[in-house]
């Protein structure tokens, strides 16, 4: 059975052959509360792909992504029925490089990913 867990392992042991320099590698983001590949109670809903194109061609190493929840209601029209539905259907966050989270600020709307720093 796949688990994020073996993600954050091979991701450990690639830093070992790259040590400080790895960040300018590569860098893992960890969705909270995703499955495999969607789904789960998460904000789900993110571009990654212009994260790739700005590092690779521009230069600029992505330090959060932007990730939207896609909850019934929302501005996203494949809607995620795992979102619980305590939570704003259009709920942010930013995504942090590993071993970064996300946390709150300590004011300002929790729904929304302006309140919240990696760290």
Known sequence: MFSVQDTINWY?????????????????????????????????????????????????????????????????TSTNADVPASWSPNRTRPLCPYPKVARYNGSGNVESAANFSCR
Do not use: C
Not at 44 to 50: A, E, I, P, R
């Open 12 to 76: 450990n042991n690639f830093q070992s052959g790259w040590g400080d320099t790895l960040q300018n590698r590569a860098r893992l983001f960890v969705v909270p509360g995703m499955g495999h590949s969607r789904g789960g109670p998460a904000t789900d809903n993110y571009d990654m792909v212009d994260a790739i194109v700005n590092w690779v061609e521009y230069g600029k190493a992505p330090d959060s992504v932007l990730a939207t929840a896609r909850g019934v209601g929302g501005t996203i």
